[in-house]
């Protein structure tokens, strides 16, 4: 079996990212890699969006940027422009395209199905594949379903994304559709649930056909996606080794009270490449104290008093719209993380910090 100076289990998105940000920039020209991934084919299998708060490697994969978005509860709907901030949509498809080609090019780079395939004694190793998760019953998930609709005429804005639209049941749990128009006959319609992992939400097929009709009222339109995803609003479990350190979701890079992870992974990994050369030493990269602290507190609000949950999101977006957008992307600075506090509603917020 062949030795690698640096292996990584699974070749999606943190794992691939952070194979590329190596590669380019020349980490890997005296260095070997050999990254573990079981599928045999790559295709388009989600779709990443968020604000536009750094630079990252693939703007050539953005399948659209907007400067417009709203959020809405049953009486009212709010309606912001992120200019500084554009909202991104990232194909995975091309994400995966554009990383394999580049990495195909590097001998020194080797792809396995299993990492029994290789030693891993003397290697250092980023894992991206979690442990299983304990308590599960317990435990909050953000899961949803997406589709990609194609209607025949053209009845879209595709100037503005709706990025929560809480006029829709919401089964003593917190609910929300989210429509990205890509263009002015194709939008992603996502049914989204932050709650325990019930199987009574997961009648996606249907909530998505009566969303589609009822509240945007389309009738005629065709399914030319779909994607069904699970992201941990919780830290999942990882075992830290000297040699060896978590990237991705496994790594702690999601956001527990949004669930963007995908800006997170891109820091995480040029982090990791400006220290790649003592990496074992280096101190472990992760999502500011200060945000875990206060999504902790916010995931207790959540869990305590879903029914509260639209309005106190809604409020939240009740401010300038650049203070949010950095508060939601961990850039925000101290002022405006008080603006968003003083937001919230004080007594059930004190409550469960006490
Ligand atoms: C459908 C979906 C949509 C999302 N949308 C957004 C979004 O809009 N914005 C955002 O910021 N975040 C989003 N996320 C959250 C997050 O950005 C993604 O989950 C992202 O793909 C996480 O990257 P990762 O590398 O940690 O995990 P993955 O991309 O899932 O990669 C893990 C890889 O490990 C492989 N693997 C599994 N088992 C093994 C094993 N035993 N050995 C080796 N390899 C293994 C898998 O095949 C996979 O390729 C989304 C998540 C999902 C599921």
């Known amino acids: 079996m062949k030795d690698f100076d640096y292996i990584i289990i699974g070749g999606g998105c943190a794992g691939l990212s952070l194979a590329y940000e190596l590669q380019i920039h020349n980490k890997l020209e005296s260095k070997t890699l050999a990254i573990i991934e079981p599928r045999t084919e790559y295709k388009k299998d989600r779709t990443w969006s968020f604000w536009k708060v750094i630079d990252h490697n693939f703007e050539d994969c953005v399948e659209k940027n907007w400067n417009n978005f709203s959020v809405n509860v049953p009486s009212e709907t709010n309606f912001l422009e992120c200019n500084d901030y554009p909202y991104q949509s990232i194909n995975s498809e091309k994400f995966y395209k554009k990383i394999n080609t580049a990495l195909k090019e590097n001998e020194n780079i080797e792809f396995f199905r299993n990492i029994k395939e290789v030693k891993t004694e003397n290697s250092f190793i980023f894992n991206s594949v979690p442990l299983p998760t304990e308590n599960n019953e317990n435990k909050l998930w953000q899961h949803f379903c997406g589709i990609e609709i194609e209607t025949k005429s053209n009845i879209f804005d595709d100037g503005i994304i709706n990025l929560m639209d809480f006029n829709c049941e919401q089964r003593e749990s917190v609910h929300f559709f989210y429509t990205l128009p890509y263009s002015k006959n194709k939008a992603l319609v ?81 982090y990791i490449r400006e220290n790649i050369e003592n990496i074992s030493k280096s101190k472990k990269y992760e999502i500011s104290k200060k945000y875990q602290f206060l999504d902790k507190i916010f995931l207790k609000v959540l869990k305590k008093y879903p029914e509260k949950m639209p309005d106190i999101f809604f409020k939240m977006f009740k401010t300038s719209p650049n203070t949010v957008i950095k508060f939601l992307s961990n850039k925000s600075n101290f002022l405006e993380d008080l603006i968003i506090i003083f937001k919230m509603p004080k007594w059930i917020f004190l409550k469960e910090l006490f």
């Open 190 to 270: 996502e049914t989204t649930w932050l709650s325990k992992m019930s199987d009574t939400e997961k009648d996606y097929d249907k909530q998505l056909k009566s969303y589609v009709e009822n509240n945007l009222k389309i009738k005629n339109y065709k399914i030319i996606y779909k994607e069904v995803g699970t992201i941990p609003l919780f830290y999942p479990r990882n075992i830290d080794k000297s040699n060896s350190i978590s990237i991705g979701t496994a790594g702690g890079m999601t956001r527990l009270s949004t669930g963007y992870t995908f800006l997170n992974i891109q820091e995480h990994c040029k």
